[in-house]
C-alpha cells in the first residue's frame, strides 16, 4: 500500500508550493490515529524528517523549515498538506509522505520531487 503523494514541481528561489498527500482508501484504519509526516531525501544525502502532524494537530518542524514551511491535515479528507515558501535551492530533494500509527502501522508515499532554482 503507497500513499498518493503530489504537489512536487519546478520553482525560482523565493517561490512556494503546496504538497498533498491522500491515506488510500484500501487503509481503512481512523486516519485521526496516524500521525503524519513529511520526508525529504536529497541526491547522496539520507532521508530526514521535514515536519510531522499528529492526529490531535500537534506540529513538529525540522529547524531548516520553520517559519517557512506549514503541515496540515485534513481528517474529513485523509490528507495531509505541505505548504513550503520562502523556497531556497537547498530545499531541493525528493519529498515522500509517511503516515504511522501506534499499532505499527507504517507506510509511505512514492515520492515527488521538489527543485528550487537559484
Known amino acids: 500500500v503507497q500513499l498518493q503523494a503530489f504537489g512536487g514541481g519546478l520553482v525560482q528561489a523565493g517561490g512556494s508550493l503546496r504538497l498533498s498527500c491522500v491515506l488510500p482508501?484500501?487503509?481503512?484504519?481512523?486516519?485521526?490515529?496516524?500521525?503524519m509526516s513529511w520526508y525529504r531525501q536529497a541526491p547522496g544525502k539520507q532521508r530526514n524528517l521535514v515536519a510531522s502532524?499528529?492526529?490531535?494537530?500537534?506540529?513538529n518542524y525540522a529547524d531548516s523549515v520553520k517559519g517557512r514551511f506549514t503541515i496540515s491535515r485534513d481528517n474529513s479528507r485523509k490528507a495531509v498538506y505541505l505548504h513550503m515558501n520562502s523556497l531556497k535551492p537547498d530545499d531541493t530533494a525528493v519529498y515522500y509522505c509517511?503516515?504511522?500509527?501506534?499499532?505499527?502501522?507504517?507506510?509511505w508515499g512514492q515520492g515527488t520531487l521538489v527543485t528550487v532554482s537559484s
Open positions: 509517511n503516515a504511522a500509527a501506534q499499532s505499527g502501522d507504517d507506510y
Open positions: 482508501r484500501t487503509i481503512t484504519s481512523v486516519f485521526w490515529g496516524y500521525t
Open positions: 502532524i499528529t492526529g490531535n494537530r500537534s506540529t
